[in-house]
């Protein structure tokens, strides 16, 4: 380690946390007061420290403080280096508890019911103690926090922008997209629907720049016919399953959640193919898994195994 630059001496967590904090409030007085210091003080330890690294890591203007950036490098990493310290303590607790650890697991909306529930139980059948913390989002919401290990895997659609992450990821079912109604809507006692009819619908889309919400657009723009004005944007699979029996609206969500949504018997797949199949999967920020990431990792692709099957045989059924 004699071959680190002097200046990272000065960078312990808490010292990382005070540049994070900058950055966050964009103000010394505001950070000082946060960081239980003095606006001297710590405008002090901003200078030493820029001086001892070579570079200005914010820009001061007469309003508020922003990242420069060689900040912005900094910062980014600072952030990984204060999620792994975190998750180290967490794993610590964990295993004195008696657990292998903690795993924070990121989930985009409508894929957490469909595969948690039989991935924690393959988990308890190989006694497997693990705690886990799920956190239910859309992509862009979830992949600053993979970036910066307040994650440890994530659970998405291998569109463009999760292919383009970085990091390392491994693929776990094929999934479409179907369009969803309820099981009184008109449009339920056609034998066949093609997009100008969902037209002039009302809609509940999803979220902006979510990969649903493009496969929407991508559409209605190859049919012709312009988005239509949404009653709600939203990425809740029970609000969307609400407002589809209350108000007559469609929504999009994929093939596994529509199964799940379908169990109630107030909601139905149109007849009608939403998307073109595409790969879900996990992704990961680190060379080397830990033990309960590994074994989560297994968990989720058993979970797919059985949706996989349980897919055959709903075909097969049909077929009959």
């Excluded at 001892?52 to 403080?65: D, I, P």
């Excluded at 999803?206 to 209605?220: I, L, Y």
């Excluded at 190859?222 to 939203?234: F, N, Q, T």
């Amino acid at each position: 380690m004699s071959d680190l630059p002097a200046w990272t001496r000065r960078l312990g967590p808490r010292q990382l946390q005070t540049l994070v904090t900058i950055a966050h409030t964009g103000s010394l007085s505001r950070a000082a007061t946060l960081m239980a210091t003095t606006q001297p003080g710590l405008s002090k330890w901003l200078r030493d420290l820029e001086d001892a690294m070579g570079v200005v890591l914010f820009e001061r203007t007469t309003r508020r403080l922003a990242p420069t950036e060689y900040g912005h490098i900094v910062l980014r990493l600072a952030a990984q280096i204060l999620g792994d310290t975190m998750r180290m303590a967490d794993e610590l607790q964990a295993r004195q508890a008696g657990r292998l650890g903690r795993l924070n697991l990121g989930v985009l909306p409508g894929l957490a019911p469909v595969l948690l529930p039989d991935a924690i139980h393959w988990l308890q059948e190989r006694g497997l103690e693990i705690e886990v913390v799920l956190r239910e989002s859309t992509f862009d919401m979830l992949l600053p926090q993979l970036r910066q290990h307040q994650l440890d895997l994530l659970v998405a659609r291998f569109d463009r922008e999760a292919l383009n992450a970085g990091g390392q990821r491994r693929a776990l079912f094929q999934e479409t997209a179907c369009i969803m109604a309820s099981v009184d809507h008109p449009l339920q006692r056609r034998p066949a629907v093609d997009w100008t009819d969902l037209a002039d619908q009302p809609w509940i889309l999803p979220v902006p720049d979510s990969p649903m919400r493009r496969t929407v657009e991508r559409a209605f723009e190859r049919s012709g016919m312009p988005v239509p004005r949404s009653l709600l944007e939203s990425a809740s699979a029970l609000t969307n399953r609400a407002m589809a029996r209350k108000m007559g609206a469609l929504f999009i969500t994929s093939r596994l959640s529509a199964s799940e949504l379908e169990r109630d018997g107030t909601v139905r797949r149109l007849p009608l193919t939403a998307s073109q199949p595409s790969a879900v999967g996990v992704l990961w920020m680190v060379d080397d898994l830990a033990p309960q990431q590994q074994y989560m990792l297994e968990a989720l692709e058993a979970a797919a195994r059985l949706h996989a099957e349980a897919a055959v045989g709903v075909v097969a059924e049909t077929a009959r």
